[in-house]
């Protein structure tokens, strides 16, 4: 038995002196330590590829209102989430091709290839002048933008096997404080020829694109980040010489077969065979609730942003963009504080199923309370919404850390690539529907601010809350099952 052991450990460390995977596996067997420059490194790559997706959520109110396509004010909601859609519908239409170049041609590609279409349709965005244009940058930012699914395989590669957790926590975390940093970027820098006239005139290019310094600034951020991304090490082994590698095959397939060794199959409760990632429903269950989950946030993003800066007679607050950018400034600093101090904490004491649930559960009166927060004026109105805020937010992506720690412990290390790919087709479809949902639903409610049964915004939050309960129960059984380690 100790012979046939040695012997599987010796075909196992059999290295390609070609192979970039190889070369990364064998300088994690060498290293100790934890691995900061990795973690930095994925860090900075999710964060350059999350600002796009909702920056634009603070303006993008005022961008449509100065496109002059909506006929009425209550009809702007309607066509900002057509917009806001656009990015993920396009997403949606192109992750699994990406998920495939990603397992041919290597991570490392797509993850360049990502970071320079922000650079480039971000800054086009930012320079629209209709409402076509604007639909048309973003779908293309989003089908040549498939990082996302890659980034999560590429976390879990990188690292030695006792941070790989930290490393797909790194993602999502990195991910959620980009969604926050996002808006608050787009709320500060938008109309900046009118927030900051000492510094940026009305006819320089700033005043004539006021939207276009927000989108400016995260693509200049992408521009060094795709630079910076050049020197990262690629992690999917690949052989550059087939002949050699075809005999290496039959080579070593002739010892095993000599040596009679078998491949060994771990079967762990709860999970599926390797070839059979749509059977495995403790995958599938989780991602299931996390598409849900997905579908509300991003709803929330635009809802959120598009009821502060609506005048008050349509049961907005009233705010500005700068407004909104502090609130969600605010918001992400007690989300990088939560995360970094407390989560680790309650997933250890609690589990991920549990921390899911009461965060989801929590959410829902607090989503009650927003009508009747903006009842409030003054100092009043701001720190108690700065408190929902980054309450909201901290919920959020409790659920969806969680949630991605349950999948990728649904299956082993060598078929994460796969499952993010299912995972990130499914999210994005959903994640599509939410910023349209969102706008449409939205500038319906504005229309019915005297009826009698959930008037004016009392309604989107009340479907808001429809959402989130129904993403609680998929999150109990027969719905998800836990995969057990």
Known sequence: ?????????????????????????????????????????????????????????????????????????????????CVGCSFLFGRALTSIFWGIVADRYGRKPVIIMGTIAVVIFNTLFGLSVNFWMAIATRFLLGSLNGLLGPIKAYATEIFREEYQALGVSTVSTAWGIGLIIGPALGGY?????????????????????????????????????????????????????????????????????????????????????????????????????????????????????????????????????????TILSISGAGLLIFQTFLYPYLDRLLGPILVARICGILSIPLLSSYPFIAMLTGIGLSIVLNCASVAKNVLSISVFTSLFLLQNKAVDQDQRGAANGIAMTAVSVFKAVGPAGGGAIFSWTQKRQDTAFLPGNQMIFFILNVVVAIGVMTTFKPFLIHCRD
């Open 1 to 81: 038995m100790a012979a046939e052991e040695q012997k599987e450990a010796l075909l196992q460390k059999h290295y390609y002196e070609n192979c970039p995977g190889c070369r990364v596996k064998k300088l994690n067997e060498s290293r100790r330590g934890l691995p900061i420059r990795e973690l930095m490194s994925i860090w900075i790559v999710v964060l350059c590829n999350a600002l796009p997706i909702s920056s634009l959520f603070p303006f993008l109110y005022f961008m449509i209102r100065d496109f002059h396509i909506a006929a009425r004010e209550e009809d702007i909601g309607y066509y900002a989430g």
């Open 189 to 325: 820098l938008a109309q900046p020829a009118e927030k900051y006239p000492s510094i940026f005139s009305k006819e320089s290019v700033f005043g004539k694109f006021p939207y276009f310094l927000p989108c400016l600034t995260i693509s200049l951020f992408a521009l060094v980040v795709s630079i910076a991304t050049c020197w990262l090490p690629e992690t999917l082994h690949m052989y550059h010489d087939n002949s050699k590698l075809d005999e290496s095959r039959k080579d070593m397939g002739t010892a095993s077969l000599e040596s009679g060794v078998k491949c060994k199959t771990q079967q762990v409760e709860g999970k599926a065979p390797k070839k059979s990632l749509f059977r495995n429903w403790p995958l599938m269950s989780a991602i299931l609730a996390y598409c849900i989950f997905s579908l509300h946030d991003m709803a929330y993003s635009e809802i959120f942003s598009l009821w502060a800066v609506s005048p008050r007679r349509l049961g907005g607050l009233s705010y500005t963009t700068e407004d909104v950018g």
